[in-house]
């Protein structure tokens, strides 16, 4: 499905649920994929998120040198490919190509995001210093692009080892909490 | 439903699918609630969790003196209660009483659980220097209890304005990822 520009104020709104996101990231030109699940928005606009990546990961020198990725959120389309990602290393193989994923050019940042993916939030780092606590990297959104389903997507919601939470059904409450 | 002592490596699968969670805090011997979204593990054991609280909030303070709190997981069964906890202050009212909460006395903090939520999570403040820049507050998990049935409950995830997502189907993929 094509995807439009998506306004920055709405992009908590796609990370407030807790979806597994694949992280892009660039090394040498070559776009590296990992999946994960603990990030947390910090700010609703610009919008900034709080991402964890820990330094056995091979994005995670890529995310410190090149200083930009994309949050990528996959639905369940994509599961296997999914968890492919985080049973292997860009440190010894291309994810893209073994995975067939499908490198779209972004339009701020310089790595790529993912066309199987229904949302690419672009994003730079802008806040490394509680990295070596906690491999916490504040990143801000500069550009978004989604598809208009995206509200009733079915998100990966990782349980731990292998079991995922498939978002269900959704429901209107009278809230007045943004 | 029963609760029963959880283990401390495992709270870090019940907070990463993203659930809504209620925060309770205590002030003047008072408890307070407030439901909040942001939120993430940082660490798996013993279990760190970055949860996010505005100045705005009266638990904001709560926590800051208090140094403690507990993070109660609902589910849609008090769906009402959570978002009813959201759109009203502790400042001017006592939300366990209105909303017919039961307050449960903790193990180790001083904060009460939610006797209502499935599982609850108790915390001590242990880092505070990320607070005055994005309300940052990191929070080790130091007792958890939760009902047998949690990897299934029916947990509410925010998408803004009061739409909210209900955790559907559980499915199982072969992950390596912990």
């Given amino acids: 499905m094509a995807k439009t520009s998506y306004p920055l104020a ?12 694949l992280l892009t990231t660039l090394r040498n ?9 603990w990030h947390t928005m910090l700010e609703f606009e610009p919008p900034l998120i709080g991402c964890v990546v820990s330094n056995r990961n091979y994005s995670y020198q890529n995310l ?3 200083r930009e990725c994309v949050i990528n959120i996959p639905a369940i389309d994509i599961a296997d490919k999914v968890v492919g ?3 292997c290393s860009g440190a010894s193989e291309n994810k893209f190509q073994r995975f067939s994923l499908t490198p779209q050019l972004s339009e701020v940042v310089s790595p790529p995001g993912i066309a199987e993916c229904f949302a690419n939030l ?21 550009a978004a692009r989604c598809e208009e389903n995206a509200s009733t997507a079915q998100t990966l ?5 292998g079991q995922f939470m498939v978002a269900g059904q959704r429901i209107r409450l009278t809230s007045a909490m943004r």
Same sequence: chains 1, 2.
């Fill in 85 to 87: 990602c985080g049973n």
């Fill in 122 to 142: 672009e994003c730079r780092l802008v806040d490394d210093s509680m990295v070596p606590t906690y491999g916490l990297f504040v990143l801000e959104v500069v």
């Fill in 29 to 37: 030109e070559q776009p590296n994929v990992m999946p994960l699940s």
């Fill in 10 to 21: 709405s992009v908590y709104g796609l990370l407030e649920p807790g979806p597994v996101v």
């Fill in 64 to 66: 410190i040198d090149g």
């Fill in 157 to 161: 919601h990782h349980q731990g080892w």
